[in-house]
């Protein structure tokens, strides 16, 4: 099953009859496993990483580190359930050290974001914080170079 | 008069290479997919690349040792010890050459007279008969045959043996072919060379590209460290083709004799590529296995496509090759590489380029995308439909 993963994290658009020869499994196998990890919640989704930027879309991307008042019971699973419920909210990640959650959100301007930022976030009980930093250039994303000019170098046919 | 006339005789009698004509016509077209390329598909991992620069940044741009660097030697020494439990000594059994390509010429110009044979089983690389006449012996190819996945048995070589019969010139696991020899074929291989006093050169080049099975390295058979040259480099485990690093390992005389041509040659190895070779054995076995690990996935994708297309073919177990039989369409190997450039746009090299015994075949490289394979194999498939014999 690790197999599997593997291979689909990095290509998702394999087909079956690829993974069942590249896997030594039977279709009918691979179906099965890809199921269990669906309905299991391993495999979440099938995504494309797009460079949004080269199609001609204006994307904005923050990075915003808030701190927060931890609540009785459940901590900072409340708040942060608040933040990742918008729809702005790409990333949410709980932080070790001088803030407490780590959130990326992408808009379409600095304005729609500083917009998202005072009306929205900043106003939720229990935040006391938040400091927003502006993306400037993606180099990587999920592990994947954004810009890679690493061609196929190789002559076309050698010894 | 022409300049010909004043062509060395050895250098006339070598055959031009078969491969030349593909890359003509493949360099005219713009959608071609190659399964053409004997290198790995990958970059050299980012370390080893660092490792070069940083240490061009500190200056070492300098000649090293004729037999390369300590350094390299000490870590190539220790590969063996842990891998083989072979042990070579740094000072008089390593020679780091320019890839195996350098190293197997020395080894050839260092054993051969002129005139004596070695034997060479076939299909194999295209350099080991050229090398041979080049230093002035004569090749003696003994077919290896498919049913027998390629091997070669003692019984097959033992018909060819003269008393000019100086060496065996081996490559497993093989390019074209993607073969293995198990340690029980390599056994008996020994025996065979001893039994005739024979020099084997063994071109371990593939030696990390194994699937399914651990490499076995001839040297490490009863008795055949010292009459081995044991030939290995870089190119094809850590994706450094343009690097052209390689070594040779062999018994101190051996060594000496590569060494003494080799300073007078090529010098040394240049010390950049020694640098990255030292990462590589360092830290780059994650990455090699990695990239095993997806040659292995690619290796059954192809053979299972290949299968499925009807053509015979035997699973290859080593290299990143597979080389299907493609008699069935009634066209020779030439012919079927050439078409299926000029009709589907998928280059590939014509089995006969790596010697008679290759006729009716045709080897693919793996060493390419998923997505490349698949697309490949769907146009050889319409390819197959067009030609049925």
Same mark, same amino acid.
Request: net charge negative; glycine share 6%.
């Given at each position: 099953?690790?197999?599997?993963?593997?291979?689909?994290?990095?290509?998702?658009?394999?087909?079956?009859?690829?993974?069942?020869?590249?896997?030594?499994?039977?279709?009918?196998?691979?179906?099965?496993?890809?199921?269990?990890?669906?309905?299991?919640?391993?495999?979440?989704?099938?995504?494309?990483?797009?460079?949004?930027?080269?199609?001609?879309?204006?994307?904005?991307?923050?990075?915003?580190?808030?701190?927060?008042?931890?609540?009785?019971?459940?901590?900072?699973?409340?708040?942060?359930?608040?933040?990742?419920?918008?729809?702005?909210?790409?990333?949410?990640?709980? #932080?070790?050290?001088?803030?407490?959650?780590?959130? =990326? !959100?992408?808009?379409?301007?600095? *304005? &729609?974001?500083?917009?998202? @930022?005072?009306?929205?976030?900043?106003?939720?009980?229990?935040?006391?914080?938040?400091?927003?930093?502006? #993306?400037?250039?993606?180099?990587?994303?999920?592990? =994947? !170079?954004?810009?890679?000019?690493? *061609? &196929?170098?190789?002559?076309? @046919?050698?010894? | 008069?022409?300049?010909?006339?004043?062509?060395?005789?050895?250098?006339?009698?070598?055959?031009?290479?078969?491969?030349?004509?593909?890359?003509?016509?493949?360099?005219?077209?713009?959608?071609?997919?190659?399964?053409?390329?004997?290198?790995?598909?990958?970059?050299?991992?980012?370390?080893?690349?660092?490792?070069?620069?940083?240490?061009?940044?500190?200056?070492?741009?300098?000649?090293?040792?004729?037999?390369?660097?300590?350094?390299?030697?000490?870590?190539?020494?220790?590969?063996?010890?842990?891998?083989?439990?072979?042990?070579?000594?740094?000072?008089?059994?390593?020679?780091?050459?320019?890839?195996?390509?350098?190293?197997?010429?020395?080894?050839?110009?260092?054993?051969?007279?002129?005139?004596?044979?070695?034997?060479?089983?076939?299909?194999?690389?295209?350099?080991?008969?050229?090398?041979?006449?080049?230093?002035?012996?004569?090749?003696?190819?003994?077919?290896?045959?498919?049913?027998?996945?390629?091997?070669?048995?003692?019984?097959?070589?033992?018909?060819?043996?003269?008393?000019?019969?100086?060496?065996?010139?081996?490559?497993?696991?093989?390019?074209?072919?993607?073969?293995?020899?198990?340690?029980?074929?390599?056994?008996?291989?020994?025996?065979?060379?001893?039994?005739?006093?024979?020099?084997?050169?063994?071109?371990?080049?593939?030696?990390?590209?194994?699937?399914?099975?651990?490499?076995?390295?001839?040297?490490?058979?009863?008795?055949?460290?010292?009459?081995?040259?044991?030939?290995?480099?870089?190119?094809?485990?850590?994706?450094?083709?343009?690097?052209?690093?390689?070594?040779?390992?062999?018994?101190?005389?051996?060594?000496?004799?590569?060494?003494?041509?080799?300073?007078?040659?090529?010098?040394?190895?240049?010390?950049?590529?020694?640098?990255?070779?030292?990462?590589?054995?360092?830290?780059?076995?994650?990455?090699?296995?990695?990239?095993?690990?997806?040659?292995?996935?690619?290796?059954?994708?192809?053979?299972?496509?290949?299968?499925?297309?009807?053509?015979?073919?035997?699973?290859?177990?080593?290299?990143?090759?597979?080389?299907?039989?493609?008699?069935?369409?009634?066209?020779?190997?030439?012919?079927?590489?050439?078409?299926?450039?000029?009709?589907?746009?998928?280059?590939?090299?014509?089995?006969?380029?790596?010697?008679?015994?290759?006729?009716?075949?045709?080897?693919?490289?793996?060493?390419?995308?998923?997505?490349?394979?698949?697309?490949?194999?769907?146009?050889?498939?319409?390819?197959?439909?067009?030609?049925?014999?």
């Amino acid at each position: 099953m690790k197999e599997i993963l593997e291979l689909l994290e990095h290509n998702s658009r394999l087909t079956t009859s690829e993974l069942a020869s590249m896997l030594q499994k039977s279709e009918y196998e691979i179906e099965k496993d890809i199921a269990t990890l669906e309905r299991e919640k391993i495999i979440l989704s099938y995504g494309a990483l797009i460079n949004w930027e080269k199609f001609g879309e204006d994307v904005v991307t923050a990075v915003i580190e808030i701190n927060l008042t931890p609540q009785r019971e459940v901590g900072f699973d409340a708040i942060a359930e608040r933040i990742f419920r918008f729809d702005e909210v790409r990333t949410v990640y709980l #932080m070790s050290g001088n803030f407490d959650l780590l959130v =990326i !959100i992408e808009g379409k301007s600095l *304005k &729609d974001i500083a917009n998202f @930022v005072a009306k929205r976030l900043a106003p939720i009980e229990g935040i006391t914080q938040t400091r927003s930093h502006f #993306m400037l250039k993606a180099y990587k994303k999920d592990g =994947i !170079i954004i810009e890679d000019n690493e *061609k &196929d170098r190789r002559l076309v @046919v050698t010894p | 008069m022409s300049w010909q006339d004043k062509l060395s005789d050895s250098v006339k009698s070598v055959a031009p290479s078969g491969i030349r004509k593909f890359f003509d016509i493949a360099a005219q077209m713009k959608d071609v997919i190659s399964l053409g390329v004997g290198e790995p598909d990958f970059v050299t991992p980012w370390p080893i690349r660092e490792s070069c620069v940083y240490g061009l940044e500190r200056g070492y741009t300098s000649y090293t040792a004729n037999r390369g660097t300590l350094e390299l030697r000490q870590e190539i020494a220790n590969h063996y010890a842990e891998q083989y439990d072979l042990h070579y000594d740094v000072n008089t059994e390593i020679l780091v050459t320019v890839g195996v390509s350098e190293a197997l010429d020395l080894a050839l110009r260092a054993v051969v007279n002129p005139g004596e044979e070695v034997l060479i089983p076939e299909p194999c690389y295209v350099s080991y008969q050229a090398g041979t006449i080049l230093a002035n012996g004569i090749p003696v190819s003994v077919p290896a045959k498919i049913e027998n996945e390629f091997r070669i048995t003692p019984e097959e070589l033992e018909p060819f043996v003269t008393p000019k019969t100086k060496a065996i010139l081996i490559g497993y696991p093989n390019n074209p072919t993607g073969a293995i020899m198990e340690r029980d074929d390599l056994i008996k291989i020994a025996e065979f060379a001893e039994a005739h006093d024979l020099v084997v050169i063994s071109d371990e080049i593939y030696g990390d590209l194994t699937y399914g099975t651990i490499h076995e390295c001839f040297a490490a058979m009863p008795k055949m460290k010292d009459r081995t040259i044991l030939l290995n480099g870089f190119s094809k485990a850590y994706a450094m083709t343009g690097w052209r690093i390689g070594y040779a390992l062999g018994n101190p005389d051996f060594i000496a004799a590569m060494t003494k041509i080799h300073q007078y040659t090529i010098l040394c190895a240049p010390i950049t590529a020694q640098i990255a070779a030292v990462e590589a054995l360092r830290r780059g076995e994650k990455y090699m296995k990695k990239m095993v690990s997806d040659y292995d996935r690619r290796r059954r994708l192809i053979h299972d496509g290949l299968k499925t297309l009807g053509l015979k073919t035997f699973e290859p177990r080593g290299a990143f090759y597979i080389f299907p039989d493609i008699s069935s369409t009634g066209l020779t190997s030439e012919q079927f590489a050439e078409k299926l450039i000029v009709e589907e746009h998928v280059a590939l090299v014509p089995g006969s380029a790596f010697g008679k015994s290759g006729a009716g075949h045709v080897r693919c490289s793996y060493a390419t995308s998923v997505d490349k394979i698949s697309e490949a194999l769907n146009r050889i498939e319409h390819f197959l439909k067009n030609h049925k014999a």
